[in-house]
C-alpha cells in the first residue's frame, strides 16, 4: 500500500504509531489513545480504508468487511482469488437487503490479462451503489444528485456530506454484443 500523494510517507508514519501502540486485533488507528476496535476488519484492510480517508462510522455503516481467501472465493464463485479481501456489500436503497457483495482482493488476479481490482459475482449484473442511509434523499427530488465511479468514491462523497450514487466502474458496463463480441 502506498499513500495516494507519492512516497507513502503519512502511511509509513501510521503504521509506525500502530506497532508503536502495540494493539493486535482491529484498530481504530487514531493514535490517539482510542482504543476502539474496527468490527469486521483486519488491520491490514483498516489501514487502507483510512488511508483512502475512510472514517470508522462510513465503514461501519457500510457493512465493509474482511473476508479470507476462501470466504472471497466462496462469495464470487471462482477459484483464481487467492488472497485475502475487502467485502463491499451492496444494499438496497429501500430495504437494506445485501444485494450482492463486491470484492477487492489484496492481490488482484490477472484475467484476460488484466489486473482485476474488484470483482463481481459471475452474472450478479450492474447495480448502482447506494451508501445506508440514502433513502431519505432519494424521496426529496429536490436535494442534488453526484454519480461517481466506484464504491469506495461514493461513500467517501457520502461521508463528506454529498448524496452520491456510484457505478461499480467503466468495465462493469461491458457486455457482449448480439453477434458475442465485447
Not at 461501519?60 to 463491499?88: C, F, P, T, W, Y
Not at 434523499?137 to 454529498?162: C, H, M, N, R, V
Amino acid at each position: 500500500f502506498r499513500s495516494r500523494g507519492g512516497g507513502g510517507e503519512q502511511w509509513h508514519a501510521l503504521r509506525a504509531c500502530l506497532r508503536q501502540m502495540g494493539w493486535q486485533g482491529m484498530l481504530n488507528a487514531d493514535c490517539n489513545g482510542g482504543a476502539q476496535r474496527w468490527s469486521r476488519l483486519t488491520d491490514d484492510h483498516v489501514l487502507h480504508l483510512l488511508n483512502r480517508g475512510f472514517a470508522r462510522k462510513t465503514a461501519e455503516d457500510a457493512k465493509i468487511h474482511s473476508l479470507s481467501a476462501e470466504e472471497a472465493a466462496a462469495v464470487m464463485n471462482l477459484s483464481i482469488i487467492r488472497s485475502r479481501a475487502v467485502g463491499i456489500p451492496f444494499i438496497h436503497p429501500l430495504t437494506e437487503e445485501t444485494r450482492m457483495i463486491r470484492v477487492r482482493p489484496d492481490i488482484a488476479p490477472i484475467i484476460d490479462g488484466k489486473s482485476a481490482k474488484y470483482l463481481s459475482p459471475k452474472g450478479a449484473g450492474n447495480l448502482l451503489y447506494f451508501a445506508l442511509g440514502s433513502i431519505e434523499l432519494l424521496k426529496d427530488t429536490s436535494a442534488p444528485l453526484y454519480f461517481t465511479e466506484g464504491e469506495f468514491k461514493t461513500l467517501i462523497a457520502w461521508q463528506a456530506g454529498l448524496f452520491t450514487v456510484g457505478s461499480i466502474g467503466v468495465w462493469g458496463w461491458k457486455g457482449k454484443g448480439i453477434h458475442g463480441h465485447s
